[in-house]
């Protein structure tokens, strides 16, 4: 029986990471374009302050637990004390929370607004932010030393040394480990680097002991400076492109990318009201355009927030004792003894990063670094709900002469985020269809000809 490095988990069969003002939106929360709209997606959650590092692979394997597989390069040999065992609902809590949203705001009878105009104060509104081996002789000769070896729930997991790259396949292979073509170049990159390999299988034996019928993430913990996320051994017998979700816990602010551009996806455009029963299609076309238009080579912000407080909020804010789980240990709790709690999100902010990617677009590892921008934001987008009163006034009048105006700029704005035909959009919010307008030379620009 063959265990294969599943495409499922791509990016953690190369994973590893070693060190190395706010404004209230105020709308209702419609909906989320949640990770399952994407195929072959995988996450990872990282927690990261100074030289400290805690790492949550989900592990989204379909299929006979049996044939499940991880190899992971790392920086150094893990103690069986740095290897967890983690709640797959707290990494699902934290990807619904930093989701894209869709949000809905109705308009105000534009006479009473004339009215409160008149009399509104001149003071601007405050921001709402709150504050088992094979035998030992056969190892030796391939020149693999199995470094370490324990059992940790469902995982039986080994540490593994190697001289070169070729005895390591040989190795994998032989332990009924499936290796890609191309592997080879790969695994010894990062043997040149001094890494080791974290190797993970189901013990069957404890996974039905425990009664379980999924597979649970699993975490390390590691100090390193250096802060980067090996992606290359990932692609190798990748069938295509694939998703991977990024969240990162810092203490002090938003992380980027250093050696790829991070993008801010289009956020806060308003998009005609169809959308809400259309959001998953519409997010993915979107995604798909933003990708085309940086050639296949960005990272893409989704979400840069204060832990403490959203919104809109697409879910709760996460917890300290969550937080806890996910490795964020530099909270510190308030009172003593028995009394001790964790305020929520104290100095915790999240930054969620979307990358499509495969070898000949990502041919470098992701390199990181945490900024000192806490400026918040979220890829949220609009419906806006036209008010359809009776009420007769100089506002009023105004107000319905734009609506069509308003409209079309919402058919536009959709048919250039999503890249759908803009006479289908049209027509299915029932607008009239408008006459191409040929552009105009320079000199009728300049008088208007």
Not at 171 to 185: F, V
Request: glycine fraction near 6%.
């Amino acid at each position: 029986m063959r265990r294969w490095l599943v495409p499922v988990l791509t990016f953690t069969a190369g994973l590893f990471l070693w060190g190395g003002e706010a404004s209230a939106f105020c709308g209702f929360y419609v909906g989320r374009a949640d990770t399952k709209l994407f195929n072959t997606a995988s996450e990872v959650a990282i927690a990261r302050h100074d030289d400290k590092t805690v790492i949550t692979m989900a592990n989204d394997f379909k299929g006979d637990a049996k044939e499940f597989a991880l190899v992971v390069p790392v920086p150094t040999i893990l103690q069986k004390e740095q290897i967890h065992v983690g709640d797959a609902a707290v990494l699902r809590h934290l990807a619904d929370y930093s989701a894209p949203r869709l949000v809905e705001y109705f308009d105000e009878n534009p006479c009473l607004r004339e009215e409160l105009m008149e009399r509104r104060s001149m003071d601007a509104m405050k921001s709402m932010a709150p504050a088992a081996a094979s035998p030992r002789g056969r190892d030796k000769t391939l020149g693999i030393t199995i470094e370490a070896q324990y059992t940790v729930g469902e995982y039986d997991i080994l540490i593994l040394s190697a001289k070169e790259s070729a005895g390591l396949e040989t190795w994998l292979t032989e332990h009924d480990y499936t290796i890609p073509n191309g592997a080879s170049q790969v695994l010894q990159s990062y043997l040149k680097q001094g890494m080791k390999f974290f190797v993970a299988k189901v013990n069957l034996g404890e996974q039905a002991k425990l009664g379980l019928t999924h597979l649970r993430p699993l975490q390390i913990a590691f100090e390193s400076p250096k802060f980067m996320l090996p992606i290359r051994l990932g692609t190798v017998n990748a069938d295509g492109a694939q998703e991977l979700f990024i969240y990162l816990l810092t203490k002090h602010g938003r992380v980027e990318t250093t050696n790829y551009r991070t993008v801010r996806l289009p956020e806060a455009q308003e998009v005609p009201l169809y959308v809400k029963d259309r959001f998953g299609d519409f997010y993915r076309d979107l995604f798909t355009q933003q990708v085309t238009r940086e050639h296949e080579r960005g990272l893409f912000l989704e979400y840069a927030w204060d832990m403490n407080w959203c919104d809109p909020c697409a879910a709760n804010p996460l917890s300290a004792e969550e937080l806890r789980a996910l490795g964020v240990f530099w909270q510190e709790p308030q009172g003593r003894g028995r009394g001790e709690v964790f305020p929520q999100g104290q100095r915790v902010f999240l930054t969620r990063l979307h990358v499509r990617y495969n070898a000949a677009h990502f041919p470098a590892d992701l390199m990181f670094q945490e900024t000192a921008d806490r400026t918040n934001f979220q890829a949220r987008y609009i419906l806006r709900h036209a008010w359809t009163g009776t009420d007769a006034c100089s506002a009023a009048v105004t107000y319905r002469r734009q609506l069509p105006e308003r409209h079309e700029h919402e058919a536009q704005t959709l048919a250039s985020l999503t890249g759908w035909n803009i006479e289908d959009i049209r027509r299915t919010m029932h607008l009239a269809s408008r006459p191409i307008e040929h552009e105009k030379t320079w000199y009728q620009r300049l008088w208007g000809n």
